[in-house]
């Protein structure tokens, strides 16, 4: 299992070789080293730990033993180990939360990734399933985009948004397979900048957008993954979509506690019958905002996605498609924040008055 993932990841997608010392500032002539995993009976509130010897420069994995054969657990924790030896997110307090958020993209790539296919088949491991937790990405997507508050966070179920980025549905520049990886290549060396301002360098296409966009697809969990949709098809109906108060007259306003915060989002999924022509305006919105229709043909599963400009949009929707609104929270002006420690400048939710014609929520 963990040769194969070294074989995706190192092999097929190009990532620094945890067997080469962090310290090591030439990485074509080795030495290389084999990581180190230690299986013991019990850890402390965890069934694996990514550690580092500062005096190798080398990453070590412990996992509970009954642990080590389950992709979720000890594939993450090799995921802590390469992305350590990646070396510039080390010792950055700004990218801390977003260390489990990118464990938990490489488990689950290798689980379920067309990318690690190959690397699979040669060491004889199967495709899993998906550990994606909707009702913690769509159910709570008013959070932070990354968010590591105690008990309530996101930081462990984020990564669809780094998969977004990996398999990049809307081809946007700089994003692809090696987004991630870009990511930490072009990370401003102890910049202690967020991921999200490297992204801004990462594509041109502009975080507000990609961001926007990320929340449209989430709508059908339409992101390009092999296995999501198929999830959000099973689990839809169980999951909180309770983001709307009527204000009278085909008017909503978010609750009060499910504001989109910085780059979250509210997905609010419309009843309608037959076909019918579907128009939203927003208005009043308090902080800049990134506001999507996003549309699927029940019957082929397609998708299309209806920008909104100037705070409104109009679209004519089949009897065999369905409608939801999206809108995000997007400042043009990235915030520098510590996913630990919410500022009260990512903690300020968008406001805003949505009129919606054609459909209800």
């Known amino acids: 299992m963990l040769e194969a ?13 945890p067997g080469l010392s962090y310290n090591d500032n030439t990485d074509n002539d080795g030495p290389w080293t084999k990581i180190n995993i230690y299986s013991v009976s019990t850890l402390p509130g965890a069934a694996g730990v ?47 939360a977003w260390w489990e958020t990118v ?75 090696n987004a991630l990886r870009n990511l930490f290549r072009q990370y401003a060396k102890n910049s202690n900048e967020t991921p999200l301002h490297t992204l801004a360098r990462v594509s041109s296409a502009g975080v507000p957008t990609i961001v926007g966009r990320y929340w ?9 993954h092999p296995t999501a949709g198929q999830v959000f098809l099973s689990q839809r109906s169980r999951l909180n979509y309770a983001n709307l108060d009527s204000q009278g007259n085909n008017v909503y306003k978010p609750k009060s ?26 208005s009043g919105a308090t902080l800049p905002y990134t506001a999507t229709l996003s549309i699927r043909n029940t019957s082929s599963g397609s998708t299309r996605y209806v920008n ?21 929270n997007t400042p043009a002006n990235l915030i520098l924040y510590d996913a630990f420690s919410l500022s009260s400048e990512v903690k300020n939710g968008l406001d805003y008055s949505v009129t919606i014609t054609g459909a209800t929520p």
Not at 5 to 17: D, H
Not at 266 to 278: C, D, E, F, R
Request: net charge negative; charged share 15%; hydrophobic share 40%.
């Open 5 to 17: 993932a070294y074989s995706c990841f190192v092999g097929t997608l190009g990532w620094r070789s």
């Open 50 to 96: 990514m550690h580092a010897d500062y005096a190798t420069g080398m990453a070590w994995l412990e996992v509970v033993h009954q642990y080590l054969t389950i992709p979720g657990v000890t594939v993450h924790e090799l995921g802590h180990g390469m992305h350590y030896h990646e070396k510039t997110w080390v010792d950055q307090g700004r990218t801390g």
């Open 103 to 177: 464990a938990n993209f490489v488990a689950d790539t290798f689980k379920t990734s067309p990318l690690c296919a190959s690397a699979r088949s040669q060491y004889g491991q199967s495709a899993t399933a998906t550990e994606i937790n909707l009702s913690k990405v769509i159910g709570d997507s008013f959070q932070v985009i990354v968010d590591g508050s105690v008990n309530t966070g996101n930081y462990y179920e984020a990564w669809p948004f780094l998969a977004y980025l990996t398999y990049n549905p809307d081809g946007y520049s700089g994003l692809g397979t």
């Open 216 to 224: 449209a697809r989430m709508a059908y969990a339409d992101i390009g």
């Open 257 to 282: 506690a499910r504001r989109p915060l910085y780059m979250g989002a509210n997905i609010v999924p419309l009843k309608k019958s037959g076909a019918v022509t579907v128009s939203v305006s927003v």
């Open 308 to 328: 909104l400009s100037g705070g409104s949009a109009s679209a004519s929707v089949a009897s065999d498609e369905e409608i939801t609104f999206v809108i995000a």
